[in-house]
């Protein structure tokens, strides 16, 4: 069965500090593995790292994939209190389309 | 604008009632899924729609049924069988890209049910 471990589970941080939040997989038919972000509704996709593609930036955020050790870092820089968010992390597996497998995700907080 | 609608935003529902979910898209995804959110936890498949009259179930789906006769809609039936039912509920869509299936779903705003 696959399996994804985010941690930390919540992190309270203050403006303009920088943030690593991490997540562990294990899995048997690696696909790829995707971060969201989630405000108050609906997640919003942020990158998708696969095999082909193991490091993304956007802006102040990054995310980089590790196959080997079975782990996902998504970095925020500079951060501000719009970041405040959960951040889901998630495992594609199998043939395709077959659905995600999610973490519970890292409640992150920025103070100002 | 492109996009995938859920209705209704908030739903109650008394014990022992069938009530189901809407869910729209209209992105030309051929892939369609229904997740349950609870408190604290990240999402859980309950049923995926990869083409047309074909389902299938995902790791929850016992007291939960689903419908994909056209390839925009997906809705969502939660029975008097789930003992559990207040929860939030995602709808997602996923396309392709170069003619494969691709993971990246796209969500609505969401259905949050409440047992009373």
């Known amino acids: 069965e696959d399996k994804v471990v985010q941690s930390p589970l919540s992190l309270v941080v203050h403006e303009g500090d920088t943030v690593t939040l991490n997540c562990s997989y294990e899995?048997?038919?690696?696909?790829?593995l995707l971060w969201y972000k989630q405000e108050k509704k609906a997640p919003t996709f942020l990158f998708m790292l696969?095999?082909?593609?193991i490091e993304k930036k956007s802006g102040r955020l990054s995310s980089i994939l590790d196959k080997k050790e079975l782990f996902s870092i998504l970095n925020i820089t500079a951060t501000q209190t719009g970041d405040s968010a959960v951040y889901l992390c998630?495992?594609?597996?199998?043939?395709?389309?077959?659905?995600?497998?999610f973490g519970k995700g890292t409640h992150l907080i920025i103070q100002p | 604008d492109g996009g995938i609608t859920q209705s209704p935003k908030y739903l109650f529902r008394k014990e022992g009632q069938n009530v189901t979910l809407s869910c729209e898209q209209n992105?030309?995804?051929?892939?369609m899924y229904w997740y349950r959110q609870d408190p604290g936890q990240g999402l859980r498949l309950i049923y995926y729609?990869?083409?047309?009259?074909?389902?299938q179930k995902g790791d929850i789906a016992e007291g939960y049924s689903v419908s994909r006769e056209k390839k925009e809609s997906f809705p969502l039936t939660v029975t008097s069988a789930q003992k559990n039912p207040t929860a939030f509920y995602l709808c997602?869509?996923?396309?392709?890209?170069?003619?494969?299936?691709?993971?990246?779903?796209?969500f609505g705003p969401g259905t949050r049910l409440t047992v009373l």
């Open positions: 729609s990869q083409i047309v009259n074909d389902f």
């Open positions: 992105l030309n995804h051929d892939a």
């Open positions: 998630a495992l594609g597996s199998g043939g395709g389309a077959d659905g995600l497998t």
């Open positions: 696969t095999s082909s593609g």
């Open positions: 997602a869509s996923s396309g392709t890209s170069g003619g494969s299936s691709t993971d990246t779903q796209y």
């Open positions: 899995v048997t038919n690696f696909r790829s």
